[in-house]
């Protein structure tokens, strides 16, 4: 419950630095956690530029690639995909998460 909370703060923060105009990016939420910069650091979460593609690192992830259905799987519900898991952020809008994974495939 402390990590959840840790996890929201952290979230809300992110969308708060982010002003209006990022808070209506598909990776607004994404970037709370996730680094979406060429300069792949990592944050709480692996760096998501160039992912779409590129073989999970995670884990107990075992999809070969990151594609359309195994990122539409993991961002509907990371722990269905790997039991080990931490990521608390899940997308059940299917529009938004095709958004999200079109957002992913334009960070190359």
Known sequence: MKRMMMVLVVMAA???MAGPVMASSPLSACKSCHDISAT?????G??????MGAK????????????DK???????????VSSQSKMVYKVADGAK?????AALKDLK
């Open 70 to 80: 195994t990122m539409d799987q993991w961002l509907l519900d990371s722990k269905k």
């Open 14 to 16: 992110g969308l708060w």
């Open 40 to 44: 792949k650091k990592s944050v709480m």
């Open 46 to 51: 692996p760096p998501l530029f160039g992912i």
């Open 56 to 67: 999970p690192v995670g884990a107990g992830i075992t999809v070969a690639v990151w594609d």
């Open 97 to 101: 998460r095709a958004a999200i994974i």
